[in-house]
């Protein structure tokens, strides 16, 4: 017998074996620095997949496909409570794969942005418009009727290296979206921010979205870690000092993205992953400031970090990985208790600025013609090939044709940070850098003068 057919009958055993994932979803709400079920009042972990289908570029939207009831199928066996989603459709129905997720106890942290809706690099302040609220607002409504919504990502890596100038207009995007849900939600649904792991600017980015008026900031936040490799160890791949860094941090934090594939390769050339970290994350020293993770990712795709093989007939097929982590899931329980949460603490003071980190403490306001979307609601969703936010500067703002390039889908870095945000076609970010910080820094000055001109 194949190890493929091994590995096969093994999954065919069934969840019987494993952990089980509860079979019912309540809202989840925050208190202090952990997320809690509404109804038992137990605490709730992040055990988890990122899951996108296609890669985070790719057109399909999972929630919306006809294979989501073979995925939950297998999120089952995996034992998990959590998918993450990069990007949706939101004029699809999603009934039935949020239904059936729901039914199998797994909820859903989603990002509003899309390939072609997203807070460019580039120029924040041109594609922080109304096309762009309207796609976010809309997608809001989508979704906000799902008890299984966990919660949403206003932004993912769109900082990924020492240039943060564009974060400024993510947390305006981040004030906005919590503004919409107070307004138009019967229930409040957590908003967040995924950061990529940049050590030169990794404490100030937390402490940025932590900081200010509470209506301002983020209500959770996450990095998309890697720095666990292999048969590595609290100390080696740096968790402790994360856990040290962030002792007092007063919101939930989680890994939305972790697994590190720079590991000893199989003779299927595959990475042996063997998830040694899934015992650390969920052990008595991270929960007191960590509530959990999600591994990247779901299905294989070119950058050999897929746990399940889709085949051109869309039949899946687990791998060895797959098994691995679904043994390592089921052996390790949540701790007891509260698990040591911190049940109340105070806002982060605001960073200052410096060669690695540059942003606005004082936020910009609305773009005038989304108000009427803030006081009325979103109305129609225009889907993924609606209208796009990405303009060049030379348009002018009521241009509602798309000059934005779908960009190329890109491989998982090595085991420091990762790269699933979505760019502006109008100019690459790798022209940004710790030298280049200042003159971004006064495009972007100059460019919301010029938008305060034109008419939204």
Request: include cysteine.
């Amino acid at each position: 017998m194949g190890v493929a057919n091994i590995i096969y009958a093994l999954f065919l055993l069934g969840p019987s074996i494993f952990l089980k994932a509860t079979a019912q979803t309540h809202p989840i709400v925050i208190k202090g620095n952990a997320f809690f079920d509404s109804k038992t009042n137990e605490r709730f972990y992040i055990r988890g997949v990122d899951y996108q289908p296609g890669g985070s570029s790719s057109l399909v939207d999972p929630l919306a496909s006809r294979s989501c009831k073979k995925d939950v199928e297998i999120f089952k066996k995996l034992g998990i409570n959590t998918v993450r989603v990069y990007q949706v459709d939101n004029s699809a129905d999603h009934d039935k794969c949020m239904n059936a997720l729901s039914e199998a106890g797994i909820y859903v942290i989603l990002d509003l942005n899309t390939y072609r809706h997203s807070i460019s690099r580039a120029h924040p302040a041109l594609s922080y418009n109304k096309v762009y609220l309207q796609h976010l607002f809309a997608t809001i409504d989508a979704f906000k009727g799902y008890d299984n919504v966990l919660g949403f990502f206003s932004g993912n890596e769109v900082v990924n290296d020492e240039d943060t100038t564009a974060i400024t207009w993510v947390k305006a995007v981040t004030r906005d979206v919590k503004a919409y849900i107070k307004k138009h939600s019967d229930r409040h649904i957590p908003v967040g921010y995924s950061a990529a792991d940049v050590a030169e600017n990794r404490l100030q980015l937390a402490h940025y979205f932590n900081c200010g008026d509470e209506s301002e900031r983020a209500d959770f936040y996450a990095f998309n870690m890697y720095e666990w490799c292999g048969y590595s160890s609290m100390t080696v791949s740096g968790y402790y000092d994360r856990i040290k860094e962030f002792s007092n941090y007063s919101i939930p934090l989680f890994l939305s993205e972790f697994g590190c594939n720079t590991v000893e390769i199989n003779d299927d050339t595959t990475p042996n992953r063997p998830f040694t970290e899934i015992e650390a994350i969920y052990s008595h020293d991270m929960t007191p400031v960590f509530s959990g993770g999600l591994v990247y990712e779901y299905s294989a795709e070119p950058n050999h970090y897929g746990l399940v093989v889709i085949d051109k007939d869309d039949e899946r097929r687990v791998s060895r990985n797959f098994i691995t982590l679904m043994k390592q899931y089921a052996k390790t329980p949540n701790p007891k208790g509260d698990g040591g949460y911190k049940k109340a603490g105070s806002p982060s003071k605001c960073p200052a600025n410096s060669t690695q980190f540059n942003a606005w403490e004082k936020l910009p306001e609305m773009p005038e013609g989304a108000k009427i979307y803030m006081e009325k609601g979103a109305g129609e969703p225009l889907g993924i090939e609606g209208p796009t936010n990405m303009w060049s500067p030379f348009h002018d703002g009521d241009d509602d044709e798309s000059t934005s390039r779908r960009p190329k889908p890109k491989n998982k870095p090595s085991n420091v940070t990762s790269t699933t945000s979505y760019t502006s076609g109008m100019t690459s970010s790798s022209e940004s850098g710790s030298s280049k910080i200042g003159v971004a820094f006064c495009q972007a000055l100059f460019i919301t003068v010029l938008i305060a001109t034109l008419s939204f």
